[in-house]
């Protein structure tokens, strides 16, 4: 049998009941287990996975003081998905707590700069969980797979990443409010943009080549567009699909509404 040997400490957030015949589960095998939800806070791995089967409501694991290497993460995850787990997640160059909520990887574009692909940042799509606003731009960002597994984005900026071509996965971000792309000028499918009800400013500028306004027709809260139409000939039809909306051009190729700044 494996000794857990973490410290703990445990917070019962939904009752203080004294009659401990009603604070536990019984297992067949006589083994009891906490009947209410749980704030878990260890030093130590050693033996968890087993004890997590005595807390079915433990709704957050602290393994901050612990080393927790990422093939136990995963683990972990894969085990109770329903957890919430609190580790450092290293990166890269960055090493943040998995409950951030925002970040931005600081780049501008810079020949001397490094740039990233997704597999250097996997384990912050992986093991951050709760973001909510994501600076990746002037990135090598090819595959956007792992971006699905954010659902409480509302600010992503993926501008300058040259060699993003499918961007199928953002159809899942369907929190976001502001969108980046502009300098991503190798793809040729925006409809994953559809599903993104909730735009509200969305920036598609640099020798960005967008044939289809028609895809912003079902974005009600949107007020804001910037974006190359892939030439002269489709900014009649974007006056047509944006009546009533702010429209953004840095190049001066449209022509704003008397009141808009940029």
């Known amino acids: 049998d494996t000794a857990w040997a973490g410290e703990i400490s445990l917070i019962d957030t939904q009752s203080t009941a004294s009659d401990d015949s009603n604070m536990y589960y019984y297992y067949d095998s006589g083994e009891r287990a906490s009947k209410y939800n749980f704030y878990v806070e260890l030093d130590s791995t050693e033996g968890l996975a087993e004890a997590l089967r005595y807390l079915p409501h433990v709704q957050r694991v602290d393994l901050l003081e612990a080393s927790v290497p990422d ?3 995963d683990a972990l995850m894969e085990e109770r998905p329903d957890v919430d787990f609190l580790w450092w997640v290293r990166f890269g160059r960055w090493t943040v707590r998995s409950d951030i909520q925002v970040f931005s990887s600081l780049l501008g574009g810079s020949e001397k700069e490094p740039r990233f692909g997704a ?21 090598n960002l090819q595959d ?14 993926l501008a300058d990443n040259p060699w993003l071509k499918d961007i199928s996965p953002l159809a899942n971000l369907t929190e ?23 735009l509200e400013d969305v920036n598609l500028c640099h020798e960005y080549m967008l044939t289809d306004p028609a895809i912003f027709d079902d974005m009600p809260n949107l007020t804001a567009v ?6 002269y ?30």
């Not at 976001?176 to 909730?198: G, N, Q, V």
Request: glycine share 6%; with cysteine.
């Open 233 to 262: 000939s489709h900014w009649e039809e974007a006056h047509e699909v944006l009546p009533q909306r702010k429209r953004r051009d840095p190049h001066g190729l449209l022509q704003l509404p008397r009141g808009v700044r940029l």
């Open 119 to 139: 597999n250097d940042l996997a384990p912050l799509f992986k093991y951050c969980r709760h973001l909510k606003a994501l600076d990746l731009g002037h990135n």
């Open 226 to 231: 910037a974006a190359h139409m892939g030439g």
């Open 71 to 73: 093939e136990e993460k």
């Open 144 to 157: 956007l797979t792992l971006l699905a597994t954010l659902p409480e984005l509302q600010v992503l900026i």
């Open 176 to 198: 976001l409010r502001y969108l980046e792309l502009f300098a991503c000028m190798r793809i040729s499918d925006l409809s994953p943009l559809r599903a993104l009800t909730k």
